[in-house]
Antibody, heavy 127, light 110 residues
Framework: QVQLQESGPGLVKPSQTLSLTCTVS??????????WSWIRQHPGKGLEWIGY???????YYNPSLKSRVTISVDTSKNQFSLKLSSVTAADTAVYYC???????????????????WGQGTMVTVSS | QSVLTQPPSVSAAPGQKVTISCSGS????????VSWYQQLPGTAPKLLIY???KRPSGIPDRFSGSKSGTSATLGITGLQTGDEADYYC???????????FGGGTKLTVL
């Protein structure tokens, strides 16, 4: 079955760029039919959606983070990545990658449920 | 403050039934599909319900979902101690143009 695994530094200095990669196994990002997403969870808090990418490279970001977020995909490695720039302590969180379904009408597609999640990786922003 | 409103906590005895509410608006729950997630302590969230009331393969029928207007409800019957977890609702918000989640509900099985 499809599995996702996050990787990347657990400690990032303030003002620097947080970079994480999600490796997909047991299935291909290129096969389509899903968005590939990033979600974070601040310590002891709820879930915050960061954004998604489709296998074509098209992206959609949470407007509250849009100016600092870049999500990219490498279909040859079956990976997608997150970059979050100018981080502060407020970006300290567990970061999850997840597979997300979507529904399409004749005019647009709307994200649906996250059916597969990575185990998550804790990222601390501190000098 | 979360866009979707959930009770912070609910509790019930083993074997009993509990419901968790998720309240929103016409821009989110009212016009989009709702999903529910279970997060056991120290683990990643797990999908329990999608498209308002559908269960993924492997999710027991003790878990159910429903939606009416701008509110959704997760029901759990035959409570087990292993059901103790945080539960989150989520959906798309067509006005904010983002996925939104509830603040989470902590279930205690007494």
């Amino acid at each position: 079955q499809v599995q996702l695994q996050e990787s990347g530094p657990g400690l990032v200095k303030p003002s620097q760029t947080l970079s994480l990669t999600c490796t997909v196994s047991g299935g291909s990002i290129s096969s389509g039919g899903y968005y590939w997403s990033w979600i974070r969870q601040h310590p002891g808090k709820g879930l915050e959606w960061i954004g998604y990418i489709y296998n074509s490279g098209s992206t959609y970001y949470n407007p509250s983070l849009k100016s600092r977020v870049t999500i990219s995909v490498d279909t040859s490695k079956n990976q997608f990545s997150l970059k979050l720039s100018s981080v502060t302590a407020a970006d300290t969180a567990v970061y999850y990658c997840a597979r997300e379904g979507f529904h399409c009408s004749t005019t647009s597609c709307t994200p649906d449920a996250f059916d597969i999640w990575g185990q998550g990786t804790m990222v601390t922003v501190s000098s | 403050q979360s866009v979707l409103t959930q009770p912070p906590s609910v509790s019930a005895a083993p074997g009993q039934k509990v419901t968790i509410s998720c309240s929103g608006s016409s821009s989110n729950i009212g016009n989009n599909y709702v999903s529910w997630y279970q997060q056991l302590p120290g683990t990643a969230p797990k999908l329990l319900i999608y498209d308002n009331n559908k269960r993924p393969s492997g999710i027991p029928d003790r878990f159910s979902g429903s939606k009416s207007g701008t509110s959704a409800t997760l029901g759990i019957t035959g409570l087990q101690t292993g059901d103790e977890a945080d539960y989150y609702c989520g959906t798309w918000d067509s006005s904010l143009n983002t996925v939104v989640f509830g603040g989470g509900t902590k279930l205690t099985v007494l």
